[in-house]
Structure formats: C-alpha cells, structure tokens
C-alpha cells in the first residue's frame, strides 16, 4: 500500500469541550487531515512544537530517554486505519537488527514522532475519506480558533485557558504576558503557554 508522507500544520481548539484538533497535511498536497485529541495529548504534542521545556519529563520525553539507553529508535509512525472516527496507527522501531511493529494511539505516537525526529504516513483511503481540501478554513481555523468574547471565568486568572485565545491576550503588557508564561509552564498548561508564547512574538514584533 502507498504510504503518503504528513507533516504538522499546528492544533486548533476542538468543537467538542477539553478536545483539540491536531491538523496534518499532506507533503506536496493541499488536503489537510484534522485528527480530535484531548487536552494531555495536545500538551504533550505542543510542548514539543512550541520547543518549551517543562520542569520535569513529560512522559512521552521519559519513553525517548528510555527508549535510547536501550538502543531503540523510532524510524516512522503509519496512519493505517479509520474506523467509527478513531484513527489506527502502528509505530516502526528498531532494537540492533531488530524491527519491531509497535500499535499506538495515534496521538501517542505522532507525540513521540515529533521527539525522534522521524517521518508520519498515512494512506490514500484515509485522506479520501477523511482529508479536506478547504486551506482557507483551515488555516484561519488554526489562526483564530476561538471568535467569541472569553467569559470573566475563563480569564488567564480565572481558569479555563483552553478557551483564551491569542487576541484576549493582547491588552496585557510583555512583562505580565512573561509572568503568566512562566506561571503556566509552572503548573504544566503547556498548551496555554504556547498560546502567551505567540502573543509575547505578536507584541515584540510591531
């Protein structure tokens, strides 16, 4: 079967509460592929893609220490399978000689492909059943994804920060934007972290 290579275009707030979409794209296509997962899958796929360092390993960072000390390398991760609107995937390792087929959560996996370093492929039957072609909606989906005003009890203060979006940040100056990054990545909100990350770039570059 012809396996089509997915690269990550970013994660966007889910329609569903505490869930996120993870949007992947086809290498040299415009069909997108938005797989659902919940807010601990997404910290653990953000953290990695936002480069932030938590203080203490995250548990897909303690499989990769682990998984080196023995010798055990993840080559590539396989979208195979798309049943009631779960998505399948195995992951290919090696041990010396050895190559071993591992099944995987998806978002177990593509959070340990992003820290090996290794590529994700899916299938043409999935991306025929499951891809969209519609870049524009996408793009402003992942860019915007939350439109409505944020309720006083979903505040960065009050709770709630899967709800914030980039643009309620903007009224608070860098160095408060500062404070809050570091009292996030403090109490593991990585996902909110990368968020105050983006506004802080926004601020300091106009």
Known sequence: MDKI???ILG?????????YTLIMEELGGERK???????????????????IKPIRPMTHDLFKTFAKSFKVRIKEVFIYKLHEGI???YIIA??????LKIDSRTSDAIALAIRFNCPIYTNEEILSEAGIALKSFQMKNMENPKEETVEDEKSPEGGGNEDVAIDDLSTYSINELTDMLDKAIAEEDYIFAAKIRDAIKIKESK
């Open 94 to 99: 090696s041990a010396g000689d050895e190559i």
């Open 11 to 19: 994660i966007s707030s889910g329609n569903v509460a505490s869930s």
């Open 33 to 51: 592929l938005p797989i659902v997962i919940g807010v601990l899958e997404a910290q653990a796929i953000a953290i990695k893609l936002e480069n």
């Open 87 to 89: 998505f399948y995937s």
């Open 5 to 7: 290579q997915l690269k």
